[in-house]
Antibody, heavy 121, light 112 residues
């Protein structure tokens, strides 16, 4: 059974940094691309970033490009999202999601439970 | 960006009655491989999104057959043949054809 467990969320001041983690189990992690999707309070879903199974290809939404960095450690079966220069509008629940193949994107058959990031002074 | 527009945004339905949600894209969702990457997700209250339908009309494992997806090009529809209480939640369409990936605003289904 696929399991995705996010952690690292919390309260951070504007301009601050936070690193989210997503621990994966139940599948061969390195064989699948992974992504981050966020959901602002009471609002809809927004794609944030994706990374290929090898980590060689990375994609970002314009709203986070240059501030967020997606990475993965296949030896630890863990996905990361380093978030710098955080803004109030980054406040959201961040979900990690599994893809269907190493270089296949935008499918998201499996999601984690999410971790809340609050950017406020 | 491919803008995804859902309608209606709120959908009150009587138990046992059908429901239909429309999703329109500002661009054709047919990829260069000929496949249309249009996905539907359900988000029940307090839960993470769950994929229901992929590539327009393919139901995920465990999804009741009262859910069906159809459409082509830029116009897509999610239909529930007979709404049950467990179907309450928000439904999102998402396109995976163009970067960036984009979602519809969501349609909130409630029991009338």
């Amino acid at each position: 059974e696929v399991q995705l467990l996010e952690s690292g969320g919390g309260l951070v001041q504007p301009g601050g940094s936070l690193r989210l983690s997503c621990a994966a189990s139940g599948f061969t992690f390195s064989n699948y691309a992974m992504g981050w999707v966020r959901q602002t309070p009471g609002k809809g879903l927004e794609w944030v970033s994706e990374i290929s199974g090898s980590g060689g290809n990375r994609f970002y939404a314009d709203s986070v490009k240059g501030r967020f960095t997606i990475s993965r450690d296949n030896s630890k079966n863990t996905l990361y999202l380093q978030m710098n220069s955080l803004r109030a509008e980054d406040t959201a629940v961040y979900y990690c999601a599994k893809e269907v193949a190493s270089e296949s994107y935008g499918h998201f058959p499996s999601w984690g439970q999410g971790t809340l990031v609050t950017v406020s002074s | 960006d491919a803008v995804m527009t859902q309608s209606p945004l709120s959908l009150p339905v009587t138990l046992g009655q059908p429901a239909s949600i429309s999703c329109r894209s500002s661009q054709s969702l047919v990829y260069s491989d000929g496949i249309t990457y249009l996905t539907w997700f359900q988000q029940r209250p307090g839960q993470s999104p769950r994929r229901l339908i992929y590539k327009v009309s393919n139901r995920d494992s465990g999804v009741p057959d009262r859910f069906s997806g159809s459409g082509s090009g830029t116009d897509f529809t999610l239909k529930i043949s007979r709404v049950e209480a467990e179907d309450v939640g928000v439904y999102y369409c998402m396109q995976g054809t163009h970067w960036p990936l984009t979602f519809g605003q969501g349609t909130r289904l409630e029991i009338k």
